[in-house]
Structures are given as C-alpha cells and as structure tokens.
C-alpha cells in the first residue's frame, strides 16, 4: 500500500487537474451557446438560398450553371478538411482525419501516387496529423477561428472557386463535423466544387413554382450561384467550431467526472492506509508496554 505522502501528493494533483477541467468546461459551455445560435440561424438561410438556385437552375433552358456547375472529371483533387487549432475535444479532430484519409484510401488513391492530391486545411491539428502521415498539404489556415465571420470565410471561398475556374483542381470537396447536439456530431463529406444536386432536389425539380423574375433569370442565377457557395462553406466552418465547442464541452465534463471518481478512490485509499498506520502504532505501543511488564 502506498505511503501516505504519496496518496496525498496524488489527491492534489487530482484535485487541480479536476479545476482546470472544470474551468475549461465551463467556457467551452458559453462559446458553445454563442456558436449554436450563429449555426441554427444560418442553416434556413443557406437552405433557401440553395432552393432558390436550383429553382432557377433547373428552370433555364440549357442552364448548366456555368462554370462552377462544369464537371471536370476527377484527376485533380483538392480536399478541404476543417478541424480545430487547439486539442482536448475528444475525438473531434480524429474522427476528420479518419474521415479524410479513408476518403483518399477508396476514392482517391491513383490521383495521390499521381501527386494530383492536395489538401487545403482549416485548423491546425488536421494539419499537423495529416502532415504526418505524408500527405501533401498545400496550404494551412488557422486564422480563421481568431475572427469567424462571413468575410473572412469568403476570401477563402474566393480564393477556391478561383483556383476552381483556372482548372488547378477539377473537384473540391470539404470534410468537417455538422453540429447536432452538444454531445454529438455529424461526420460530413460533402462536394464544394463543381456543384451537384441532391436527390431531394432533384425529386423536387416536378413540383417548382412558377414565378416571376426582374430583371431575368439567368443575371439572379449569376449572382446567386457565387454566394450560394460562398454561403455553403461559411456553414460548414460554422457547423465545425459549434462542433468543436460542444465536443471539448463534453470531454472537459467527462475528465471532470473522471477525476471525481479518481479522487474519491484515492480518498479511500488515504484514510485506509491511515487507520493502517494508527493501528500499527498501536500495537507497537500495546506490545512494548507488556514487554516492560513482563
């Protein structure tokens, strides 16, 4: 049984680990609420925007959405994993790069031994993990997260769609973790680049409305098609830090709960070892005392 210095060292370090867990629960806890509401409020929005677009989209004779609706084929990729520039949220940053490297292992595999692969990343831990197991990284962006807003969000959309256009890559496509609760998370892989429709659009197309247009169709479509992307990614990367927030959230509470069940064994463990320690003084006492009487 070990000593009683040693338990009590123990139970001090258990305790103030159990503070900082606490305390970092905490603040993932309010960055969270503000996070949440940023994503719940944007989803309507970036919803019918899109339906607006494939409205339009579908109801132009010969629309192919233009450029950014041209499909390329597949020879060059780029993949846009977002995860988080700090750690300590559980399994949120791994489960992307899991993600991401088993896309690349079922789909992907002749463009990477081609070296027609890159990688864009959102946040620095994907990165680093990434990078590590030998991927070609073609750029980093940790900025983002010190200032997330939709400004900010469109000079990195800009700059895809731009390298999109000039035929760099023939397909883009973002991996991140969609917020559902403060507990869990939605892996996500979804197409940037050329745009695609859903099957539930497509379904849709039977039943469009009829509408008129000022001044045409085809200018709204022009002008709705940039920002329905740029609005795309902004939702992603807010899906991903709410993600985010809620997972360290959730994992500072179970370190918390954790370090409570640790420090009431120790607990045990001390006060054992203490009556252990009473009770051999005694009979040390008890035994010298009948030795001087015998």
């Known amino acids: 049984m070990a000593n009683l210095k040693e338990v009590r060292t123990r139970i001090s370090s258990v305790q103030s680990t159990m503070q900082i867990t606490s305390a970092m629960k905490m603040v993932a806890a309010s960055k969270l609420r503000k996070a949440q509401n940023a994503i719940i409020t944007m ?82 831990k994907g990165a680093d993990l990434l990078k590590s197991k030998g991927y070609n990284i073609k750029a980093v962006n940790h900025d983002i997260f010190d200032e997330l807003t939709f400004d900010n969000v469109v000079e990195i959309a800009e700059s895809l769609m731009r390298q999109f256009a000039d035929g760099e890559y023939d397909k883009i496509i973002i991996i991140y973790n969609q917020f559902k609760n403060a507990a869990s998370q939605i892996m996500m892989t979804e197409q940037f680049l050329p745009l695609v429709e859903s099957e539930s659009e497509e379904e849709g197309k039977s039943h469009q409305a009829d509408f008129i247009f000022e001044p045409n169709k085809q200018e709204i479509l022009d002008e709705i098609i940039p920002k329905t992307i740029k609005i795309q990614l902004y939702k992603a990367i807010l899906d991903s830090f709410a993600s985010e927030h809620g997972a360290r959230m959730t994992a500072m509470h179970q370190a918390t709960d954790n370090a409570n069940d640790l420090l009431r064994d120790l607990k045990l463990t001390y006060n054992k070892a203490r009556q252990a320690a009473i009770t051999n003084e005694i009979l040390e006492i008890v035994g010298g005392a009948e030795a001087l009487n015998g």
């Open 43 to 124: 989803r309507p929005y970036a919803s019918k925007l899109k339906e607006i677009m494939q409205n339009l989209s579908s109801n132009l004779e010969g629309s192919d959405d233009g450029i950014y609706g041209t499909d390329k084929g597949d020879e060059k990729v780029l993949l846009v994993p977002i995860t988080s520039n700090r750690g300590l949220c559980g399994a949120f940053n791994a489960n992307v790069v899991k993600e991401t490297v088993s896309l690349i292992n079922k789909k992907f595999k002749s463009q990477v031994e081609k070296n027609d692969l890159s990688l864009y990343c959102i946040g620095s």
